[in-house]
C-alpha cells in the first residue's frame, strides 16, 4: 500500500530533545506529538514503564524549556495484538483504548498540557473501511460505519479515563475537515459525504474541552459527487487545491455545529517544495483565524503540520510539509524561511 517503507522516519524517538529544542528556537509555545500506543502496551495487558518514562521525559523536558506539551494518544497505527482481534471492529477495541489511556495518564497525568484521543478517527474509518488505501484495505460502507461508532465511543472512553487523572487538563478529539463547498445539485451528495465523515464526530464531542480542527483543503461537491480541481486552480504535491481560506470555513462549522465548543486548530499547513508558497498559504489561512477570533468564535491556538518533513503514510516521504527539512540519511535538521516567518509571527502574536 505504501510507495515505499518508513524506515527510521525522522528517529525523533532518539532525537525528540533536538525537536523540542527547534520548537523552543522558533519561538513556538508547544509541541504536539503522539505516544504510540504498540510501544506502550506490546501485548494485550502489558504495558511497558521504560516506554512509559522516555514520553514522561519528553513532557518534562518540554515543561522545562517553557513549552506546551500536547499529547496525542492514537494517530492511525495500533498495535498488532489489537489489529489481530480485528482492530477496530472487535467488540472490546473500545474499551482496550480507554484501559491504555488510563495507563498513560497514569504516568504522565501531572506533566501533560493539553491531550487529543484520537487523530483524524474519521479518516482512520474511511480511508481504511470505504475507499481501501489504509489498513485493513477495505471497501464497504456498513463496515465504516460501524467502526466511526466503535471510534466515538472509543472518544468518550478515553475522555473519561483521562479525566480521571492525575492532572487537570483540557481534553478533546482532533477531526480531519474539508471545507465543503455546495456546487448546484450537490445538496443530496454532499449530506451523504459530510454526515458520515464529519458530523458524526462533531456530534459525539460534547462535553470536550475542545476540538481539533484539522484543514487543508476545500472539497467542492456537485450531483455525482466530489469534484475535480478547479481549472486555474493551483494544487499542491498531495493533489489538494490551493486553498488557504479553508480553515476558516471549517473553524466557523466545526464552531456552528458543536455549538460553541472551544476549538485548537491542530493541523494546518502544505506539501510543497516551493517554501514562499507555504508562507502565502499559511498567511491566508491565518487571515481567517483572525477573521473567526474577530467574530467572537473561540479559537485557543493555531499547530502548523508538520515541524519536519515527515513520512506522509501511504505517500512516503514525497510531499514535504514541513518547517524544519530532514536529510533522508543523516537526520540532520535545516530550518527552512518559512520556519523563521512562522516563529516571527507565534513570537509577535501577530501576522506581518
Known amino acids: 500500500?505504501?510507495?515505499?517503507?518508513?524506515?527510521?522516519?525522522?528517529?525523533?524517538?532518539?532525537?525528540?530533545?533536538?525537536?523540542?529544542?527547534?520548537?523552543?528556537?522558533?519561538?513556538?509555545?508547544?509541541?504536539?506529538?503522539?505516544?504510540?500506543?504498540?510501544?506502550?502496551?506490546?501485548?494485550?495487558?502489558?504495558?511497558?514503564?521504560?516506554?512509559?518514562?522516555?514520553?514522561?521525559?519528553?513532557?518534562?523536558?518540554?515543561?522545562?524549556?517553557?513549552?506546551?506539551?500536547?499529547?496525542?494518544?492514537?494517530?492511525?497505527?495500533?498495535?498488532?495484538?489489537?489489529?489481530?482481534?480485528?482492530?477496530?471492529?472487535?467488540?472490546?477495541?473500545?474499551?482496550?483504548?480507554a484501559r491504555f489511556c488510563a495507563r498513560v495518564v497514569a504516568h504522565l497525568g501531572d506533566l501533560i498540557g493539553w491531550a487529543c484521543t484520537l487523530n483524524e478517527p474519521n479518516v482512520v474509518a474511511t480511508m481504511g473501511y470505504l475507499l481501501g488505501v489504509f489498513p485493513p484495505v477495505q471497501r464497504d460502507a456498513a463496515r465504516r460505519d460501524a467502526v466511526n461508532d466503535a471510534l466515538c465511543r472509543a472518544h468518550r472512553l478515553g475522555v473519561e479515563a483521562l479525566r480521571a487523572g492525575p492532572g487537570q487538563f483540557p481534553v478533546g478529539l482532533t477531526l480531519s475537515m474539508h471545507d465543503f463547498q455546495l456546487q448546484p445539485g450537490g445538496e443530496a451528495r454532499l449530506d451523504r459525504i459530510r454526515r458520515p465523515t464529519e458530523d458524526v464526530y462533531l456530534e459525539a464531542t460534547g462535553g470536550d474541552d475542545f476540538v481539533g480542527v484539522q484543514t487543508y483543503t476545500r472539497m467542492r461537491i456537485g450531483p455525482d459527487g466530489i469534484l475535480a480541481a478547479q481549472e486555474g486552480v493551483p494544487t499542491t504535491q498531495m493533489g489538494y487545491e490551493f486553498w488557504?481560506?479553508?480553515?476558516?470555513?471549517?473553524?466557523?462549522?466545526?464552531?456552528?455545529?458543536?455549538?460553541?465548543?472551544?476549538?485548537?486548530?491542530?493541523?494546518?499547513?502544505?506539501?510543497?517544495?516551493?517554501?514562499?508558497?507555504?508562507?502565502?498559504?499559511?498567511?491566508?489561512?491565518?487571515?481567517?483565524?483572525?477573521?473567526?477570533?474577530?467574530?467572537?468564535?473561540?479559537?485557543?491556538?493555531?499547530?502548523?503540520?508538520?515541524?519536519?518533513?515527515?513520512?506522509?503514510?501511504?505517500?512516503?516521504?514525497?510531499?514535504?510539509?514541513?518547517?524544519?527539512?530532514?536529510?533522508?540519511?543523516?537526520?540532520?535538521?535545516?530550518?527552512?524561511?518559512?520556519?523563521?516567518?512562522?516563529?516571527?509571527?507565534?513570537?509577535?502574536?501577530?501576522?506581518?
Open 244 to 352: 488557504p481560506a479553508a480553515l476558516e470555513g471549517t473553524v466557523r462549522r466545526a464552531w456552528e455545529v458543536t455549538g460553541g465548543t472551544p476549538l485548537l486548530v491542530t493541523e494546518n499547513g502544505i506539501g510543497t517544495a516551493d517554501d514562499t508558497q507555504r508562507v502565502e498559504y499559511v498567511h491566508g489561512a491565518l487571515e481567517g483565524v483572525l477573521r473567526c477570533l474577530a467574530d467572537g468564535i473561540d479559537v485557543r491556538g493555531y499547530f502548523y503540520w508538520s515541524l519536519l518533513d515527515n513520512f506522509e503514510w501511504v505517500l512516503g516521504y514525497r510531499p514535504t510539509f514541513g518547517l524544519v527539512a530532514v536529510d533522508r540519511t543523516t537526520f540532520e535538521r535545516t530550518p527552512k524561511p518559512s520556519a523563521a516567518w512562522f516563529g516571527g509571527v507565534a513570537r509577535a502574536h501577530a501576522m506581518p
Open 1 to 97: 500500500m505504501c510507495v515505499e517503507s518508513s524506515g527510521d522516519a525522522c528517529d525523533s524517538w532518539h532525537r525528540w530533545q533536538q525537536d523540542v529544542d527547534l520548537v523552543v528556537s522558533l519561538g513556538l509555545g508547544a509541541y504536539r506529538f503522539s505516544v504510540e500506543w504498540s510501544r506502550i502496551e506490546p501485548a494485550d495487558g502489558e504495558f511497558s514503564v521504560a516506554t512509559l518514562d522516555h514520553y514522561r521525559r519528553i513532557c518534562a523536558y518540554c515543561h522545562d524549556k517553557g513549552i506546551v506539551p500536547v499529547v496525542t494518544l492514537h494517530h492511525f497505527t495500533i498495535p498488532r495484538w489489537l489489529a489481530a482481534n480485528g482492530g477496530w471492529e472487535w467488540d472490546a477495541a473500545p474499551e482496550r483504548f
